[in-house]
């Protein structure tokens, strides 16, 4: 046993597994003649297909990003501790760690789509309304629908290839909007074509799959944070796991510092403003808003973190549903919701429908209490009177701006606001 000991001598590299292999009384002397060296294994951190979903592809998001999981170049947070232990799968949000050099790191969010009981509950669902089973092949289930054979025959996504998914991003759909869904989808290597020639078979469904659990991806690419919109970046999607850009949820703020809060609500302004008036004529609207729709980076920035309840009104094109387009119901209808749900009127829709939302739900919970009576009750008469779809959003923004301070912890304008009137 003292001699097998000894021979590892020749096969260390790492100067910790040398003071312990001597801790064991090995003797450098006769380590000189063991037999040749064995490269070193490295520990294997298996994942799973189904801890991924890769087991459900194609009918998951996506594929561009499974090397960096199994190159252990995105790393979840547990991995840095000494049990080296995936988390459990039924979480809906996980926090990592990405490079791109191994030396690195940056903090991502890794995210389902839905909860694993939802995706779960929906794979049951196809394989029992389209085949009459427990369980299935749901690519071969899902392939044999009517709707995706037109997928499979035509060349360009069109309005009536969408219709009736219950993604809010599709139910007032121009051909513009849809255009740049196949123009920018990142899961493929870039075309820039609006035909969907370069699109596999494969690609097709994951798209379809995708649009119609959640859209939250397909926003994040195809207005993507570096042409200025307000979203994290998207980074890529293996199974049912899509990896973006860490996020702080708006929650964790609503006991910030008064200056801290005046900052976010300003922006939280701005975003709604920019989603509102933009140069590419999109209208954007919340068909709902919660603690975790937006989120704050580390440099204070905020963004919207959640863009799965967001719609989009074309104001160039307008909607090109024909009247009763809407009813149209099938499989990819109800993988996440109630095959009986109502969607909204696209011309039910008000310039102020967002903001109405976020009076009601977001910005009291930041602001209220924060500031002397005087300020604090022309904060607090404003949002009353624009939670019931009254004022305009610079009357509060005007109220705010003296309140915001200029200093380090809102690194995405500092020092520029310290030579900026702006600010």
């Avoid at 989808?185 to 870039?190: I, K, L």
Wanted: hydrophobic share 35%.
């Amino acid at each position: 046993m003292g001699r097998w000991i000894c021979c590892l001598c020749s096969r260390v590299a790492d100067p910790l597994m040398l003071l312990l292999v001597l801790a064991l009384g090995c003797d450098p002397s006769t380590a000189a003649t063991a037999s040749p060296s064995v490269p070193h294994v490295k520990p294997s951190y298996s994942f799973g297909r189904t801890f991924l979903g890769l087991d459900k592809c194609n009918a998951c998001i996506g594929t561009s990003i499974c090397k960096k999981f199994f190159k252990e170049e995105i790393r979840f947070d547990t991995w840095l501790s000494s049990h080296l232990k995936l988390p459990p799968s039924s979480l809906l949000s996980y926090s990592g760690n990405y490079t791109d050099d191994a030396k690195s790191w940056r903090l991502v969010d890794i995210t389902r789509l839905t909860s694993k009981y939802q995706h779960d509950r929906a794979d049951k669902r196809i394989c029992t309304s389209l085949l009459k089973t427990k369980t299935c092949s749901l690519e071969r289930a899902l392939r044999r629908t009517q709707r995706f054979q037109k997928w499979l025959r035509a060349k360009r996504l069109t309005p009536d290839l969408v219709q009736g998914l219950p993604s809010p991003l599709l139910r007032c759909p121009s051909q513009r909007l849809l255009d740049r869904i196949v123009r920018r989808y990142a899961e493929v290597p870039d075309a820039g074509s609006i035909y969907m020639d370069h699109l596999t078979d494969r690609d097709k469904l994951r798209l379809l799959y995708t649009l119609a659990v959640n859209s939250h991806p397909i926003l994040l690419q195809i207005f993507p944070d570096v042409e200025g919109w307000p979203f994290p970046r998207y980074l890529g999607s293996c199974g049912r796991l899509v990896v973006s850009a860490s996020t702080r949820p708006l929650r964790d703020f609503f006991g910030a510092a008064p200056e801290v809060s005046a900052d976010l609500a300003l922006q939280l302004l701005a975003v709604l403003g920019s989603m509102a008036t933009n140069d590419l004529n999109y209208f954007f609207y919340f068909t709902q808003v919660d603690a975790g729709t937006f989120g704050v980076f580390s440099n204070g920035h905020l963004f919207i973190r959640d863009a799965s309840t967001l719609g989009v009104i074309d104001k160039e094109e307008g909607s090109q549903l024909m009247d009763g387009q809407q009813e149209y119901k099938d499989i990819f209808s109800c993988l996440t919701v109630d095959c009986q749900s109502t969607l909204v009127s696209c011309d039910s829709i008000r310039e102020k429908h967002s903001l109405v939302m976020v009076c009601q739900d977001l910005l009291p919970k930041l602001l209220a209490g924060k500031f002397q009576p005087p300020v604090q009750g022309r904060i607090d008469a404003f949002l009353q009177r624009c939670a019931r779809g009254l004022g305009e959003p610079e009357e509060l923004a005007e109220i705010l701006k003296p309140l915001r301070s200029c200093d380090s912890r809102f690194a995405y304008r500092y020092p520029d606001c310290r030579y900026s009137d702006k600010y």
